[in-house]
């Protein structure tokens, strides 16, 4: 169901929210792209330039950004089980 989506979910080292997501999509048996903002410049500095802030965790929908763990957890929820 992915295929109809272009994905990528921005998180951080430690950032309880973005565990949240992970371990939500991980139950779901759902695999998104990730990017570590901790240790990857470049996704960080995406990040920033794209989203306009530097908030994880952070869902790119067909390159536009999705905040808030609940919220990414309610739009896999609805888009992709």
């Known amino acids: 169901m992915a295929a109809n989506h272009e994905l990528e979910l921005y998180v ?3 950032c309880p929210y973005c565990i949240k997501v992970k371990n939500f ?3 779901n048996g759902i695999s998104i792209p ?4 901790t240790t ?3 996704a960080e500095q995406h990040l920033i330039a794209v989203g ?3 908030q994880v965790p952070c869902l790119f ?3 536009k950004p999705l ?3 609940s919220d990414i957890i309610t739009w896999v929820q609805k888009n992709l089980l």
């Open 34 to 37: 990730q990017r570590n903002i």
């Open 67 to 69: 905040y808030e763990s």
């Open 61 to 63: 929908i067909d390159g």
């Open 12 to 14: 951080m080292t430690g």
């Open 25 to 27: 999509l991980a139950s």
């Open 52 to 54: 306009g802030k530097r």
């Open 40 to 42: 990857d410049r470049a």
